[in-house]
């Protein structure tokens, strides 16, 4: 069963949109796994992943050690803890149980700063990915440390889909080129991040279109670029919202809209694949 965007997508009506793909997500999209990687740091994959998972009510595996990571700006403190949640399960083999978000976060298996000192093989990586989603018979969605790095890598390899944000640079030009080059043959979709709509002529939007041509690569909606997302405090997700502030309302249907393309993308690949 396919969820139809409404055509008139406004105000409180992209929370309940939202509130919908939450529970068509867990029906439809179960085992299903979303992985947000880029080539290049700071383009947005954190954030992505974090409002992903929340849209599509999925497990957010948090794979990134640094803590810039979705963990900690949902709350997370590894200081606090004396073991890694991932690591853990990881070395005993069994299934992790998140973290329960409730209604304002995703549910979070965080990983925390020990995982770079003892990552996983890509191999390990991509098999408990596979096993986890299986024993939660929940989507999921999976944040990765930037560049090449095993855990990524297994969980690229395990993805349905791969969500690659880019924002508008001549590096990130480089490393979105470099990055489809190196993954011929994954299921990839581009996210143009921090766009700034007066600027309707930059250069890099017509890169962006170049690229995914020549890589037959899709590329979602665009998300906008809005100030006070790198300062915002809260510990939720943007989306979890009740009532649409007017503020808040051009990056909460960018994200919706993301989700859903997203959803559909990695639905269809599951179909393909059976
Ligand atoms: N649409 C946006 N508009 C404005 N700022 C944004 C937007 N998306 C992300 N940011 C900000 O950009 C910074 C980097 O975002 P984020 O941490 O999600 O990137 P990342 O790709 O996960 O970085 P890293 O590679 O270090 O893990 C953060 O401060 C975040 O708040
Ligand atoms: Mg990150």
Redesign the pocket.
């Known amino acids: 069963m396919v969820i139809e965007l409404p055509a008139d997508l406004s105000g409180d009506e992209v929370l309940r949109f939202i509130a919908k793909l939450r529970w068509w997500a867990r029906v439809n999209l179960r085992r299903v796994i979303i992985v947000v990687a880029?080539a290049k740091?700071?383009?947005?994959?954190?954030?992505?992943a974090t409002e992903l998972a929340y849209c599509l009510d999925a497990v957010l595996v948090d794979l990134?050690w640094?803590d810039?990571?979705a963990s900690r700006a949902l709350g997370w403190l590894h200081e606090q803890r004396h073991r890694s949640p991932l690591l853990d399960a990881l070395d005993s083999g069994r299934t992790p149980r998140p973290i329960r978000g409730g209604a304002s976060k995703p549910d979070l298996v965080p990983a925390g700063p020990t995982l770079e000192a003892n990552q996983p093989s890509a191999d390990r990586m991509c098999k408990a990915l596979i096993q986890w989603a299986a024993d939660w018979d929940r989507p999921v969605v999976v944040d990765t440390?930037?560049g090449g790095n095993a855990p990524a890598d297994g969980a690229k390899a395990a993805a349905h889909l791969t969500v690659t944000?880019t924002t508008l640079g001549l590096k990130q030009m480089e490393a979105l080129n470099g990055f489809a080059e190196n993954h011929d043959g994954y299921n990839l979709m581009i996210a143009p991040?921090?766009i700034v709509y007066q600027v309707w002529a930059d250069p890099h939007l017509e890169r962006i279109a170049q690229i995914a041509k020549t890589y037959e690569i899709p590329v979602s909606s665009p998300?906008?670029?809005?100030?006070w997302?790198?300062s915002r405090k809260a510990r939720t997700a943007v989306c979890s919202v009740r009532t649409m502030p007017a503020s808040r309302e051009e990056?909460i249907t960018a994200y919706a809209k993301v989700a859903h393309q997203s959803a559909l993308r990695a639905l269809q690949a599951t179909e393909d694949a059976a």
Do not use: A, F, W
Request: hydrophobic share 25%; aromatic share 0%; net charge negative.
């Open positions: 880029s740091g700071g383009v947005g994959k954190s954030t992505i990134d640094d810039g990571g440390h930037p944000p991040n921090e998300i906008p670029e809005v100030k997302l790198r990056l």
